[in-house]
């Protein structure tokens, strides 16, 4: 599952830099991907893009951003199920020139 922001968020901005994948953006900002940017998803509290998260597989052992959320607002989306191998194929499309491990850091595998 790709991990979200619920409205829980106050705004303190610890989850961004703490994402490998700039996947985390401030409520209102327009979010980039290839080159192109989008609209944003959220106006009002930090949100991650789906398509740029990789619940941190291919990195660390868990979401980085809920291991420093204050208010536990970084949860899995139950709408949007995904698989590690499927995480670890983004993390790797998103990071061409990063050798990740094998196997991964992954919180499949704690």
Not at 63 to 81: K, S
């Amino acid at each position: 599952m790709a991990t979200k922001i619920t409205e829980e968020c106050i705004n303190c901005g610890a989850c961004e830099p703490e994402c490998p994948n700039t996947a985390i953006y401030e409520g209102g900002v327009e979010w980039e991907m290839n080159g192109e940017m989008h609209p944003a998803i959220d106006e009002d509290i930090y949100y991650i893009v789906p398509q740029k998260c990789t619940e941190c597989v291919g990195f660390f052992d868990q979401e980085q951003c809920a291991a420093v959320c204050p208010v536990d607002c970084c949860v899995p989306d139950p709408d949007i199920p995904e698989t590690e191998e499927v995480l670890l194929v983004r993390a790797k499309e998103l990071h061409p020139d990063v050798d990740i491990p094998d196997p991964p850091p992954s919180r499949f595998r704690t």
